[in-house]
């Protein structure tokens, strides 16, 4: 049996993940938190009735197609999530996902505390930027979860006048 080609694209150290309709890419350093916020992720997804599913741990591939950036799991990896100490865990998973969130792990005092609009450039597309810091599980949830599925408090200014 022939084997299959994988489709072409760029590998990114990164882990992603879908939940309901909208990709986000964890990228971060090795020991930064990617697998626990993905499994997080899913877990809190799942606990209010949405959809959420891994899409690939530690390397994915991104495909730039149509001004959108889609994102896959190399062959070797599709449903494994990795439990640092323990290896690769089997997961549910998708196949691929439209990435609308670039959710970037880093040191504590380069995080944003307040964070304004920012994009990434992957592959030549602009894509929503957060910067979170790493190992921080929960508050990397609450991030990703506000940015996707609430929307932002706008300050209503006054009218003096009435």
């Known amino acids: 049996m022939a084997r299959q080609a994988e489709p072409q694209g760029e590998l990114a150290h990164a882990t992603a993940v879908i939940l309901g309709e909208c990709g986000?890419?964890?990228l971060g350093a090795s020991g930064a938190g990617k697998s626990s916020i993905a499994r997080a992720l899913?877990?809190?997804?799942?606990a209010r009735g949405m959809f959420a599913a891994l899409i690939s741990d530690d390397q994915c591939r991104?495909?730039?197609v149509s001004g959108r950036i889609i994102s896959t799991a190399p062959s070797s990896l599709r449903g494994g999530l990795e439990v640092r100490g323990s290896g690769l865990h089997e997961v549910d998973y998708e196949p691929s996902a439209v990435?609308?969130?670039v959710a970037e792990l880093v040191e504590a005092e380069q995080a944003v505390r307040f964070a304004e609009e920012r994009t990434a450039q992957l592959l030549g597309?602009?894509?929503q930027h957060i910067l979170l810091p790493?190992?921080?599980v929960e508050a990397a949830c609450r991030a990703v979860e506000a940015r996707l599925l609430h929307p932002a408090w706008k300050k209503m200014l006054s009218n003096p006048n009435g």
């Open 24 to 26: 986000i890419l964890i």
């Open 42 to 46: 899913i877990d809190r997804a799942e």
């Open 62 to 64: 991104l495909l730039p």
């Open 99 to 101: 990435i609308h969130l």
């Open 125 to 127: 597309v602009a894509i």
């Open 134 to 136: 790493k190992r921080e």
